[in-house]
């Protein structure tokens, strides 16, 4: 990702991902945003 950014410097880089590992996305400090899949797996009630 460090790459990523520093070759799109302007660019804002937005991780999409479950809200489990939001904590560690955040901690890492490589995204400027994080927005949430709260959809259900396949294995949760109504997935």
Avoid at 9 to 36: N, Q
């Amino acid at each position: 990702m460090t790459a990523i950014s520093a070759h799109h410097a302007p660019a804002r880089i937005t991780l999409l991902t479950i809200p489990s590992l939001a904590p560690l996305a955040e901690a890492s400090g490589l995204f400027d945003e994080i927005w949430f899949d709260a959809r259900p797996r396949p294995t949760q009630p109504g997935g």
